[in-house]
């Protein structure tokens, strides 16, 4: 029996092991392999890492992680968990191992455009988050791919790092004129026209192109048209789900089913690394709290 199985290997799930590791727990990640930040080439906003890529980061933790004998990392995807009287039974690769908690960390996945051609640039020159990615931008020609509100929120907000933007809306007729307005107050274009398709050289986006004909040049594009979470493990465990921060849970990241707690951008809308790493040290450290209560040490 286990002290933790944690399934996600990014930086909440890595994090909670470090915590949990420094407080002689039995400790075990799965990791699947599968990554948000896949093809991005560097994470930012992450104080002593900014700029670093997204692998080499993972693998500066994994490196910092193997100095403590009671954590391992399981290279392998969990097929099915179950919840039984003493605690959890995880299920990857064939094998079965058991805990007394459990802490999913698979974070999120975007909602690609996949009709435009995105994929292809993806993580490059179309992104998704301007904390992330805005500032290599700055005074660039930037289209924003969204409709209604939070489109126009978002090209609103790429205001701060260029004056050359461009909001498509995908052929949507969802925006208000008190939206019009405010874009045109800020100088943001506004193209109503079907987007057919973005063009560009490798990952270098250089034109998008319309159902019409019509062309833009932009050197990048930013989309709004959602994302969903990576697993469906909290939910078929039966943990609350909110629709705007996803799964609900108190500060510490445990839900509404006693002993699973979450950490990262499966848990909160600041979808930062800096903001997984804490919350996976926040929610290891209630883990730990937890398991000294049920021992009898507090």
Same mark, same amino acid.
């Given at each position: ?14 994090? *909670? ?13 799965? %990791? ?24 080499? =980061?993972? $693998? ?17 995807? #969990? ?11 995880? #299920?990857? !690769? ?16 975007? +909602?690609?455009? $996949? ?6 640039? =993806?993580?490059?020159? #179309? ?5 992330? %990615? ?8 930037? *289209?924003?791919? !969204?409709?209604? +509100? ?23 007729? /969802? ?23 973005? /063009? ?12 019409? !004909? ?7 594009? =930013? =989309? ?25 849970? %108190?500060? $510490?990241?445990?839900?509404?089913? %006693? ?13 930062? #690394? ?8 926040? *929610? ?15």
């Amino acid at each position: 029996m286990l002290d933790v199985i944690v399934i996600g290997g990014g930086p909440a799930g890595l994090s *909670a092991a470090l915590v949990l590791g420094r407080c002689v727990r039995n400790v075990m990640v799965f %990791d699947s392999g599968s990554y948000r930040n896949a093809q991005s080439t560097s994470l930012h906003c992450y104080l002593g890492h900014d700029g670093i890529a997204p692998q080499d =980061f993972r $693998d500066e933790c994994r490196k910092q992680l193997a100095r403590y004998e009671t954590v391992v990392i399981v290279d392998q995807k #969990v097929t099915e968990v179950t919840r039984g009287p003493g605690g959890f039974r995880v #299920v990857a !690769g064939g094998r079965s191992f058991e805990s007394s908690k459990l802490l999913i960390a698979t974070g999120v996945s975007d +909602e690609l455009p $996949d009709a435009l051609g995105v994929a292809q640039f =993806f993580g490059r020159s #179309v992104h998704v988050c301007p904390y992330c %990615d805005a500032w290599e931008l700055k005074n660039a020609a930037v *289209a924003v791919y !969204g409709a209604g +509100e939070k489109g126009a929120g978002l090209a609103l907000m790429l205001r701060r790092w260029t004056h050359d933007l461009v909001l498509c809306t995908g052929g949507s007729g /969802e925006l208000s004129a008190a939206l019009r307005a405010k874009l045109f107050e800020h100088g943001i274009a506004v193209e109503e026209g079907r987007v057919e398709a973005l /063009e560009g050289e490798g990952d270098c986006l250089q034109k998008i192109r319309f159902e019409s !004909g019509k062309t833009i040049s932009r050197q990048a594009l =930013f =989309f709004t048209t959602g994302q969903h979470q990576r697993s469906e493990l909290m939910r078929s465990l039966g943990c609350d789900h909110n629709q705007e921060l996803g799964t609900v849970c %108190d500060d $510490d990241g445990l839900t509404s089913v %006693d002993g699973i707690y979450v950490a990262g951008d499966a848990s909160r809308d600041v979808q930062l #690394v800096i903001m997984a790493a804490a919350e996976g040290a926040k *929610a290891g450290s209630a883990i730990n709290k937890a398991l000294m209560k049920a021992e009898g040490l507090m």
